[in-house]
């Protein structure tokens, strides 16, 4: 029981400093929520054992196994017990961020915590909490989006487990999620977003090559290439919209004037999507971004997971290893924030704040 309690008190803390916290009721849900999937998970090799375990999911986690392994030995990422266990959840989502800003900004609200610092979402392990919370931010006159989140990281604080919300992507699409969350293990700086989530990217990215290159099939790489191009095309979309948006808060014209632009901007971007659709035959992959209505919210953070790539990338192919690259990571990681842009918009990185007040 002592043990129980000190496992719920600590994913409590935890939880609440990675996503946000301003209540006792918030701290409660986080500490049930985390405890609950740490106290479900079976290690794979009893799950895969398990009579009763379908063939198709003992085939994921064999992959998800076979995965884990290569991050270790080719990626340099972290030899623990992470990704090691199995989790089963009956709902779609691990969790349900959620993100608001004001009517005419693309700046989020933050919520800072001493270990992940400042955060520009708050997570809720239930939806209805999460829809709850977004009510609230609505009436105060935010902006908000809701959007479900099928893996985090616990910054190795906790043996994060493979979960049923995306065991089943294709094998690229798990192994690039897998390489992204053990990199946060590797370096994170507290309230710096845009470069944990760019170094994130950077690693997922290079490793998914990598990966590929080693047990890659002709199909497989292809789909990826495809995966990767459509990913790419929306990201390309959501960007010009934002940039639009930017300007129009920017501008000298009046609240009124920009409201009705910002509407117009957004209804362009559900145009534009229909004909990105067409374009790739159909897929219907990014519907979900579109299943509230279009706000600054949905595009606050669309930069921050790619603005410092190229950087990143750069920086990797220099040093020439991960483990040489992950030192030259923490030297940036130890610099103050300023420091830390200048040398990574040298590398190739944008030059503007992904969080910028715009």
């Not at 999937?37 to 379908?54: C, F, K, M, N, Q």
């Not at 900004?105 to 919370?133: E, H, M």
Request: hydrophobic share 45%.
């Amino acid at each position: 029981m002592k043990l129980r309690w000190r496992l719920l008190l600590a994913a409590g803390l935890l939880a609440a400093s990675l996503a946000g916290c301003g209540t006792l009721g918030y701290y409660s849900q986080a500490a049930r929520g985390q405890l609950s999937l740490l106290a479900e998970s079976r290690p794979i090799d009893e799950v895969i054992a398990d009579p009763a375990t379908s063939a198709q999911l003992k085939n994921r986690l064999a992959t998800a196994r076979q995965i884990r392994a290569y991050a270790v030995a080719n990626l340099a990422l972290p030899d623990n017990q992470s990704y090691r266990n199995y989790t089963a959840l009956a709902r779609p989502y691990v969790v349900w961020n959620v993100v608001a800003t004001p009517a005419l900004s693309l700046k989020p609200i933050q919520w800072c915590f001493p270990v992940a610092g400042c955060v520009n979402y708050r997570g809720y392990y239930g939806k209805d909490d999460a829809n709850a919370y977004a009510r609230e931010l609505r009436q105060a006159g935010y902006d908000v989006q809701v959007g479900g989140v099928s893996a985090y990281s616990t910054l190795g604080y906790f043996n994060d487990p493979l979960i049923s919300t995306f065991i089943h992507y294709p094998d690229a699409e798990l192994a690039r999620l897998i390489f992204h969350e053990l990199s946060h293990q590797v370096v994170y700086v507290a309230g710096d977003s845009r470069f944990n989530e760019s170094f994130a990217s950077a690693v997922e990215e290079a490793g998914v090559e990598q990966w590929l290159q080693h047990f890659g099939n002709p199909s497989m790489r292809e789909n990826y290439a495809r995966y990767t191009a459509r990913r790419q095309d929306f990201l390309q979309l959501l960007l010009a919209c934002r940039r639009a948006l930017a300007a129009n808060y920017r501008s000298d014209s009046s609240d009124a004037v920009k409201l009705a632009e910002k509407a117009r901007l957004f209804a362009r971007l559900q145009s534009d999507y229909a004909v990105l659709k067409t374009q790739w035959g159909g897929y219907a992959g990014y519907d979900r971004f579109f299943a509230e209505p279009l706000s600054n919210a949905h595009l606050a953070a669309v930069a921050t997971y790619n603005d410092l790539v190229p950087a990143f990338r750069t920086l990797l192919a220099r040093e020439g290893s991960f483990r040489a690259f992950y030192a030259a990571v923490r030297r940036l990681a130890a610099l103050d924030k300023d420091q830390r842009n200048r040398r990574l918009v040298a590398l190739g990185g944008s030059t503007a704040p992904a969080t910028q007040d715009e």
